[in-house]
């Protein structure tokens, strides 16, 4: 089955890495994708950046053919005309129109998993977008006028991969929303995904303690006590592998990394910082508890380089890879 790839900010390095991505598919062979976005402006990012790249206006069901010796662009309705590094009127509207029509492809089974390029939250903002990232507005397009499923962040590689509970959030707040049932429902959530869809029959977690060393047995702080070590014993409850809560800071050497299959973090820095630190450029972001597949690059839009030739697409190679695997695991 075809990926569907947004376009993400048309200022930014998605357009760079799909195409650096689509020049290298036979060497690196990659699952066939398409890219939802305007056939002429990525033309234009092409000719820029001196890249060789045959372009074939395309449907979803057309895309798997095509991909062989063209790079497939599904139009949006939208154009893009922004300039690299240099978002303009038309980004905000691009961007949001490609991952509308991701996911509709996706949902109605033309494409088998959605690939997200980076967006610029702060450009959406200034048009009105009203959710604090990509996470919250995939759950939104989830809900079919229903309830909105509750999406989980997944920070995947081959040598760690994290979920943290609160995630774009002041710290302040994050502690204010932190409660049992957040973490529970995190926990579950992460643990439903990593059995259907990364074929793992019994994940193992570690749930990090929110204070230093885990609260020391409450004389740094009484949350690890209150709030974390009640989520373990639920946990465990349900028959989940689980242990917690533990000191953050012994968490993510190699050692340690080898008795969990996930580890799930109180707040955003906690499990990003080591993911980042460990597996930079081959991290993948997963959004979990939705309907469909979602992988996205674990960076930004790097408006410094865009247009220049320097962007990697080795996080977008990743995260093409991932969201095949996870379509091949999915039960039907």
């Known amino acids: 089955m075809v990926l569907a790839l947004t376009s993400g900010e048309p200022a930014g390095i998605g357009p760079d890495i799909a195409l650096a991505a689509w020049l290298r598919r036979k060497?690196?062979?990659?699952?066939?994708?398409?890219?939802?976005?305007?056939?002429?402006?990525?033309?234009?990012?092409?000719?820029?950046?001196?890249?060789?790249?045959?372009l074939a206006e395309s449907s979803p069901e057309g895309a798997g053919v095509a991909f062989t010796n063209a790079l497939p662009v599904v139009a949006t309705g939208e154009a893009a005309t922004a300039q690299p590094g240099k978002p303009d009127n038309s980004?905000?509207?691009?961007?949001?129109?490609?991952?509308?029509?991701?996911?509709d492809h996706v949902r109605s089974g033309r494409a088998g998993a959605v690939v997200t390029n980076p967006i610029a939250k702060s450009v959406l903002y200034r048009a009105g977008f009203r959710h604090p990232g990509h996470t919250e507005f995939l759950a939104e397009l989830a809900a079919d006028g229903g309830k909105a499923p509750q999406p989980v962040m997944m920070l995947w590689s081959p040598t760690l991969a994290v979920v943290p509970v609160t995630i774009h959030l002041s710290l302040r707040d994050a502690l204010a929303q932190l409660t049992t049932e957040l973490i529970v429902t995190t926990a579950r959530i992460a643990v439903a995904d990593m059995k259907a869809r990364f074929g793992m029959a019994r994940p193992r977690?570690?749930?990090?303690?929110?204070?230093?060393?885990?609260?020391?047995?409450?004389?740094?702080?009484?949350?690890?006590?209150?709030?974390?070590?009640?989520?373990?014993?639920?946990?465990?409850?349900?028959g989940i592998d689980v242990r917690g809560p533990l000191p953050a800071d012994t968490m993510f050497h190699p050692s340690a990394r080898k008795t969990y299959d996930c580890a799930v973090c109180m707040y955003h820095d906690q499990a990003l910082i080591p993911i980042k630190t460990i597996a930079f450029e081959d991290a993948v972001n997963v959004t979990l508890g939705l309907p469909f597949i979602r992988t996205s690059p674990d960076h930004g839009t790097a408006f410094d380089i865009a247009g220049t030739g320097k962007a990697n697409p080795s996080s977008l190679v990743a995260a093409l890879r991932l969201a095949a695997r996870m379509a091949a695991t999915e039960p039907a």
């Not at 060497?27 to 950046?49: H, M, N, T, V």
């Not at 980004?91 to 996911?103: E, K, M, Q, T």
């Not at 047995?217 to 209150?226: A, F, K, N, Y």
């Open 27 to 54: 060497e690196l062979d990659l699952p066939p994708f398409y890219l939802l976005g305007d056939i002429a402006f990525l033309a234009e990012r092409a000719k820029l950046l001196g890249l060789k790249v045959e």
């Open 205 to 238: 977690l570690v749930l990090s303690g929110l204070n230093p060393h885990a609260g020391e047995d409450g004389s740094l702080g009484s949350e690890d006590i209150d709030i974390v070590a009640p989520a373990v014993e639920r946990l465990r409850s349900d």
């Open 91 to 103: 980004s905000a509207a691009a961007a949001l129109a490609s991952i509308r029509h991701a996911v």
